[in-house]
């Protein structure tokens, strides 16, 4: 016999496969799955649109989309270390210092292959004068 912890497990785990399949289905049907020129349109305040709605970002936005999250779950992990960092101890301390060296060295290795050099500077260096 299962024990009292795996039955609510298994009934938990019923009640959700359940309600994502009726979100799904209702979806679907709701949704009718037409579609025509009118409808993939750009609306914006009852303007047609003149030009194409896709715009080619330049790379450094993306990059420092990257950037921002790389660090932002790097402070989580540091914050989230030093607020124990008591009840971790020397091992704790060895296995920060080792996560921070190895996104310091990919940070390193990053800027030697010129993956930072973005912007005007950059463009100016890499264009031979003429």
């Known amino acids: 016999m299962l024990p009292e912890a795996f039955f609510h497990l298994l009934i938990y785990s ?3 496969v359940a309600l ?11 949704g009718g799955g ?6 993939s349109s750009a609306y914006e305040s009852g303007i047609n649109p ?3 709605a896709r715009l080619a970002w330049p790379v450094p936005f993306y990059l420092i989309a990257i950037f921002f999250i790389v660090f932002d779950v790097e402070a989580a992990f ?9 009840l971790l101890g020397l091992v704790g301390l060895v296995q920060i210092t080792v996560f921070i060296i190895i996104l310091a060295a990919g940070l390193v290795w990053l800027w030697l292959k010129g993956g930072l ?11 031979p004068d003429v």
């Open 34 to 39: 037409r579609s025509s020129a009118h409808n």
């Open 78 to 86: 540091v914050f989230t270390w030093a607020v124990a960092w008591d």
């Open 117 to 127: 050099d973005w912007g005007p500077a950059a463009s100016r260096r890499r264009s």
């Open 50 to 52: 003149t030009t194409s």
């Open 14 to 16: 019923a009640i959700t």
């Open 20 to 30: 994502i399949g009726g979100l799904l289905l209702a979806a679907w049907w709701l």
